[in-house]
T-cell receptor, first 114, second 109 residues
Framework: NAGVMQNPRHLVRRRGQEARLRCSPM?????VYWYRQLPEEGLKFMVY????????ESGMPKERFSAEFPKEGPSILRIQQVVRGDSAAYFC????????????FGPGTRLTVL | EDQVTQSPEALRLQEGESSSLNCSYT??????LFWYRQDPGKGPEFLFT???AGEEKEKERLKATLTKKESFLHITAPKPEDSATYLC??????????FGKGTRLSVIA
């Protein structure tokens, strides 16, 4: 029973390039959450998606960041025109539904912007 | 605004030396309080969910308790493999998880 999968595990981009991070939720889970973790900081919520819908994007920067969870395939977090401040670990979590169900996290993608 | 404060920031214990980690929170209408363990370079691993004051949950050497203002993660007779960062998070109704910055636990043999 595979857990939450994320790829790539490490991603290096130069300033101005695009970064695409992928997340496949656990089998049977239809809710996906993206978080960002900066060094010495806690996990910060970015966006919550269900299939083909963005439910809550209150933590997402207004510019350059977007997320989707298509009917088929993984969820994608896209960062356009990356800057050095985007360097962080990005984690995806999934749950079977909202409410009391706990979120299960993937191993993360570590983005480094040169 | 929902807030979570964890203390201490770092804790160093000798093997077998029991202790507790604290998670203080302010939230409007707590729906759940979650404890996670995070090892370096890995994603958080779910440990416990607590829903109401007075609730307790145990797993091996770990025991989590909850009051109306804080939660404790008690570690009994820790071993070196318990070394990790322990994260606390709260969730109110229809809002995302809010995480604390974590407590870095080191258990020395």
């Amino acid at each position: 029973n595979a857990g939450v999968m994320q790829n790539p595990r490490h991603l290096v981009r130069r300033r101005g390039q695009e970064a695409r991070l992928r997340c496949s939720p656990m089998k049977g889970h239809s809710h996906v959450y993206w978080y960002r973790q900066l060094p010495e900081e806690g996990l910060k919520f970015m966006v919550y998606l269900q299939k083909e819908n963005i439910i809550d994007e209150s933590g997402m920067p207004k510019e350059r960041f977007s997320a989707e969870f298509p009917k088929e395939g993984p969820s994608i977090l896209r960062i356009q025109q990356v800057v050095r401040g985007d360097s962080a670990a990005y984690f995806c979590a999934s749950s079977p539904s909202t409410g009391e169900n706990e979120q299960f996290f993937g191993p993360g993608t570590r983005l480094t912007v040169l | 605004e929902d807030q979570v404060t964890q203390s201490p920031e770092a804790l160093r214990l000798q093997e077998g030396e029991s202790s507790s980690l604290n998670c203080s929170y302010t939230v409007s209408g707590l729906r759940g309080l979650f404890w996670y363990r995070q090892d370096p370079g890995k994603g958080p691993e779910f440990l416990f969910t607590l829903y109401s004051a007075g609730e307790e949950k145990e797993k091996e050497r770990l025991k989590a308790t909850l009051t109306k203002k804080e939660s404790f993660l008690h570690i009994t007779a820790p071993k070196p493999e318990d070394s990790a960062t322990y994260l606390c998070a709260v969730q109110a109704r229809n809002t995302p998880l809010v995480f604390g910055k974590g407590t870095r636990l080191s258990v020395i043999a």
